[in-house]
């Protein structure tokens, strides 16, 4: 009965390991099994998380000059998106000014002084808020985001002046090779998949859509992830949460299970109870899958070990069974049970390193 549960779960953290899946929390992989729904961040989670300018309008016609601009806020700046402004900025040979008291405006963007005056980069919500009229470029915007695209919106103020609009930037990131067959192996297993995303609606609608994904929570401020976990728990169900950033820390400790993208930040790594070593949303459905392998094999182990003292004990206590028989039988359970566990290594060598084709195992 001692070795039941933990040789189970040694031997199916091993397999995990082997697959690109390291298990830092126990209690997850016996967790993982009932997870009924999956929450997944966009970007460097479901995309490469390496995004460029694919389109760049200015209001007065001079693209150069809007992307010099926003360079020069983005400067210094490790966000994905400022390093493929300040990429498309060197590609063109732009001299990109220096910007002063630049700071960043949580969930909304960058501000910053580029040549006296007041800069402004972000999402279309800070716009609104700050009184920026975008009706000139709505309908480009509306057929962007359609795309898949992200947009950032420029604007300036000097002098005191109402803030005006200088352009829009939009983005374009690549959906990982494998996490459309990451969903679908999902919704074969009968786990939900929701896309929570800091990102525009239209852009995570049009990602959601291409990859099949059930639920979508767009324009999700990073602080208020966590809230969209722990209003997923309402329908009584084991919730997973899968990110790779910084703001995805809260949502990641909030969740049953967090997953945590090798390729992210170490901040997600801590938050989380599980990491993907490959940064492939497909070993999510991995890692379920051998979860339940685990959880089955732990079954199968107390009851194995059940088994033997209900035959056995009856049969010493009446005097049926002889002493060397009973601790042949002793060490015949510990073998058995640890036999067993260790047949969990067939899913490591079925199932492969990659994460590729499900073995009937992953899929039972």
Known sequence: LGLATPAAIMAGTGV????????????????????GVVAF???????EGRPRVVAAQAAAGDEAALLRQAAALQAGSEHPLARAVALAAQARGLAVPP??????????????????????????????ELGVERAAFEVDATALQGAGRTVSWLALQADGAPQRLLGLLAFGDT???????????????????VLVSGDNRGSAQAVAAQLGI???????????????????HGRAEVVAMVGDG????????AADVGIAMATGTDVAMHAAGVTLMRGDPALVAEAIGLSR????????????????????IPLAA??????????AAMAFSSVSVVGNALLLQRLGRRGGAAGGTTSREDRT
Not at 16 to 35: F, P, V
Not at 214 to 232: N, T
Not at 320 to 327: F, I, K, R, S
């Open 99 to 128: 910007a002063a008291e630049v700071r960043a405006v949580a969930g909304r963007g960058v501000e910053g002084r580029v040549d006296g005056a007041w800069l402004r980069l972000g999402s279309a919500r800070w716009m609104d």
């Open 293 to 312: 392998a685990t959880t089955a094999k732990i079954r199968q182990n107390l009851f194995w070990a059940f088994g033997y003292n209900v035959i056995g």
């Open 246 to 253: 910084i703001n995805d820390a809260p949502a990641l400790a």
């Open 41 to 47: 961040d966009k970007t460097g989670t479901l995309t």
């Open 214 to 232: 059930d639920d979508v929570r767009a324009e999700v401020l990073p602080a208020d992830k966590a809230a969209v976990v722990a209003a997923l």
């Open 175 to 193: 959906i990982k090779p494998t996490a459309a067959e990451a969903v679908r192996r999902l919704h074969a297993l009968g786990v939900r998949t």
């Open 16 to 35: 995990a390991a082997r697959r690109g899946i390291l298990i830092q929390d126990a209690q997850a992989l016996e967790l993982a099994h009932r997870i």
């Open 318 to 327: 009446f005097g049926l069974l002889n002493p060397v028989l009973a601790g």
